[in-house]
């Protein structure tokens, strides 16, 4: 079993509809949870962030993270094309800043007009 | 939030030449960079830790003396690609934890080689 889990897509849905994302894990020694999105030929770029269990919401974004079943998601209200892209989860053990972070394959999301 | 720079942005050259991508922290320092490979359509794929003033660790099955990263600095490391190949093509791309733990992302390395 892969550590981190996430459908590649593609997903499209219409604008203006709720965007769900999600990973599972098996570690579970993570504690940090983090969802980037890259737009094509770019690097990442951090969306949100989350340590150990529950919501955070930014704007749009919504993160949910659920440890008991080692599942987390990411939620875009209001979709629009711009958010067309590719959206990584990313999760780490944190034992020190340095540890390195595991990522997920990437959903590649359309938002159609 | 943080800002990681990398250069070049694309690079095209010839096969059997090597090639240097530079990583930069901006306006932080970084102790630990990781550079990540990314084909087409694919995930980053951790390929090794940069540490400032000791040797890189490398991912299993990633060639030492083929990619060889140097962490002179608290703000830059570099990895060079040496003898490269058209298989070598791919998206170069390094990052550098924050203070909150999060990664910061460099905008990529385009390597070509024809």
């Known amino acids: 079993q892969k550590e981190v889990e996430q459908d590649p897509g593609p997903l499209s849905v219409p604008e203006g509809a709720i965007v769900s994302l999600n990973c599972t894990y098996s570690?579970?020694?993570?504690?940090?949870f983090m969802w980037y999105r890259q737009y094509s030929r770019k690097g990442p770029e951090l969306l949100m962030y989350?340590?150990?269990?529950g919501n955070k919401e930014d704007g749009r974004f919504t993160a949910q993270v659920d440890k008991s079943s080692k599942y987390i998601s990411l939620f875009i209200r209001d979709s629009q094309p711009s958010d067309s892209a590719t959206y990584l989860c990313?999760?780490?053990?944190?034992?020190?800043?340095?540890?390195?972070?595991?990522f997920g394959k990437g959903t590649r999301l359309h938002i159609l007009p | 939030g943080a800002v990681v720079s990398q250069h070049p942005s694309r690079v095209i050259c010839k096969s059997g030449t090597s090639v240097k991508i530079e990583c930069r922290s901006l306006?932080?320092?970084?102790?630990?960079m990781f550079w990540y490979r990314q084909f087409p359509k694919q995930s980053l794929m951790l390929m090794a830790t940069?540490?400032?003033?000791?040797?890189?660790?490398?991912e299993q099955g990633v060639e030492k003396d083929k990619f060889l990263i140097n962490h002179a600095s608290l703000t830059l490391s570099t990895l060079t690609v040496t003898s490269a190949h058209p298989e070598d093509s791919s998206f170069y791309i390094c990052?550098?934890?924050?203070?909150?733990?999060?990664?910061?992302f460099g905008p990529g390395t385009r390597l070509t080689v024809l």
């Open positions: 990313a999760m780490s053990a944190l034992r020190n800043r340095d540890d390195k972070i595991i």
């Open positions: 990052s550098a934890p924050g203070l909150g733990y999060e990664q910061f």
């Open positions: 306006d932080f320092q970084a102790t630990t």
């Open positions: 940069s540490n400032e003033g000791s040797k890189a660790t490398y």
């Open positions: 570690n579970s020694a993570f504690q940090y």
């Open positions: 989350t340590y150990s269990s």
